[in-house]
């Protein structure tokens, strides 16, 4: 027969066993509200020792070699994330859509010498079909390149195009201006252009010129959309109706 007094030592073991464990359970969850970030005490450089790496693979490389001999007067850059070059609404949480698309990179980007986005390209790597993941992650980058009116091509990275193929595709030759002539040989005198002689008649050759380059119309590119830059809102939650910060300014 157990003895009444070890009997009531067991118990008072047990209670206050339990009592710790649900003072720990209370301590954790209050250190965890108090710092959401754990990490952020970390020191950046201490923490994740950083290693410089290769930008782009080989077929990334060999295609960026390929848009540039085609395309020589234009901008090509590597791995450019979608919050670089596109400007969304702010109604919703801007970092919601950060979370979903906006750090997904391009793998290239053309653009004039202006620095205006004129099409995206996509390489593939050699023949293999991507993963379920790769594909899903090319599927939102897709979208939203062409929900934005960009110009996207997919290339597979052991069948690239011919630079001729590249520049046809991305920047084709405008079609020559045709020269008109007037209905009067003396009238050429008048119009506008360079007086072209073609055996017995003389007229003048009408050329479309781009306007100079000073009266060009430059658009400036969209703010920056790092966080330390942006003031977001909290994303709204499933079924309640997105609320329109009055103290974040309209971008």
Known sequence: MQHPALSSLVIAVVFLLALALVWWGV??????RSDPHPGDNLDTVA?????ATRVLTSAERQAYDLVRSALPAHMVLAQVPLQRFLKVPTRNSY????RRVGQLSVDLLVCDRHSQVIAAIEVQAGDEPPSGRALRRRDRLLK??????????VWSGSKLPT???VREAIAPAPAPAEAVPPANP??????PGRLVNSGAHTFAQIVREP???DTTELREPPPSTWFDDFDSAPAPLAGEPAKESK???AR
Request: glycine share 2%.
């Open 186 to 191: 003396a009238a050429a005198r008048s119009l």
């Open 27 to 32: 301590r954790s969850r209050a250190a965890r």
């Open 247 to 249: 103290d974040r300014p």
């Open 144 to 153: 939203v390149l062409k929900a934005a009116e960009i110009p996207t091509h």
């Open 47 to 51: 923490g994740w020792p950083p290693q």
């Open 163 to 165: 630079v001729e193929a």
């Open 95 to 98: 970092a919601e859509w950060l």
């Open 211 to 213: 306007p100079p380059d």
